[in-house]
């Protein structure tokens, strides 16, 4: 089993960036997938990107291409996630979430581990 914590939420303005970390303790990270989602007030928990347990494939929403990274440092067992050209419509509290599946998957019930949550409030 693997926990999962979350940190670098905050308030931030329009066009800004912020860097999410997702800690893992338990379990190696490199035997999971690890995703992150996002959940904006009274919308459903929806899919932000992903990097398979390989470490070497990523998937991205269309919502969040070009302007999020997701990274892996596989010697501290942390995900990153990097958000730049930070947008309003980007608030949203902000989870990682583990399967041990190898591929990317994009559903939230996909994924058995997940971590409390950190906020991000985009100001314009």
């Known amino acids: 089993q693997v926990q999962l914590v979350e940190s670098g939420g905050g308030l931030v303005q329009a066009g800004g960036s912020l860097r999410l970390s997702c800690a893992a303790s338990g379990r190696s990270f490199s035997r999971y997938t690890v995703g992150w989602f996002r959940q904006a007030p009274g919308k459903e928990r929806e899919f932000v990107t992903a990097?398979?347990?390989?470490?070497?494939?990523?998937y991205y929403a269309d919502s969040v291409k070009g302007r999020f990274t997701i990274s892996r440092d596989s010697a501290k067992n942390t995900e990153y996630l990097q958000m730049s050209s930070l947008k309003p419509e980007d608030t949203a509290v902000y989870y990682c979430?583990?399967?041990?599946?190898?591929?990317?998957?994009?559903?939230?019930?996909?994924?058995?581990?997940w971590g409390q949550g950190t906020q991000v409030t985009v100001s314009s």
């Open positions: 990097i398979s347990w390989i470490g070497t494939n990523t």
């Open positions: 979430a583990a399967t041990q599946t190898v591929r990317i998957l994009i559903t939230p019930g996909a994924y058995d581990y």
